[in-house]
């Protein structure tokens, strides 16, 4: 069964630092999304991307964020300067459909800002 | 200031038995809802998902329930196994829209 995968599956990184998390949806999905999920609260969107545009976005993706479709596999999130709070599991999903529908979800990317 | 974080309702079932978790939406726009369940370390797994013109669907031992009216979303699941062990999430969606919000999760023991 097809898979969405993540890479790395822990990030550990110094305050200031950029990163990049990647991912690779499902290979016949158009329709990507990242979320966050703060240890101990509950998953949060970020934003939605779809014909390499920004669909939607949430109140936490501000400026220090962008997200990129660099090739036809890969969907990467950047954050430019990391915060302590930025600290969370972050999860990249995709679905067939434009919206909400049916959103398929990756084992996610511990980011640990230290 | 501190984070505090979530506490985690609990539901506790002998294996066998039929399990029902519940979920409160609060957006009265929202008109797609979807299950999902969480074992510790992985990603939410796509369960069930329903739409706003159903009051009920059913899929493979699993079953959900939408109430309108006031705004309730409950997840049966038949024959529960240790497998089924994890925390299950509801999340809400506007179909005009791209985002899920999710709702805090019940942490479901199945006891051999």
């Known amino acids: 069964e097809p898979e969405v995968t993540q890479t790395p599956s822990h990030q550990v990184t110094q305050m200031g630092q950029e990163v990049i998390l990647r991912c690779v949806p499902i290979s016949n999905h158009l329709y990507f999304y990242w979320y966050r999920q703060i240890l101990g609260q509950k998953v949060e969107f970020l934003v939605s991307f779809y014909n390499n545009e920004i669909s939607e976005k949430s109140e936490i993706f501000d400026d220090q964020f962008s997200v990129e479709r660099p090739d036809g596999s890969n969907f990467t999130l950047k954050i430019r300067s990391t915060k302590l709070e930025d600290s969370a599991m972050y999860f990249c999903?995709?679905?067939?459909?434009?919206?909400?529908?049916?959103?398929?979800f990756g084992p996610g990317t511990r980011l640990t800002v230290t | 200031g501190e984070s505090v974080g979530l506490h985690l309702p609990t539901l506790s079932v002998q294996e066998g038995d039929n399990s029902i978790i519940n979920c409160a939406y609060s957006n009265s726009a929202s008109d797609y809802f979807i299950w999902y369940k969480q074992e510790s370390g992985k990603g939410p797994q796509f369960i069930i998902d329903i739409r706003s013109n159903m009051d009920k669907r059913q899929g493979q031992r699993v079953t959900v329930l939408l109430n309108k009216t006031v705004k309730h979303l409950s997840l049966q699941i038949a024959a529960t196994q240790p497998g089924d062990s994890a925390v299950y999430f509801c999340a809400e969606g506007e179909t005009s829209g791209s985002r899920l919000t999710f709702g805090e999760g019940t942490q479901l023991t199945v006891n051999p």
């Open positions: 999903a995709s679905s067939k459909r434009t919206g909400v529908y049916e959103q398929y």
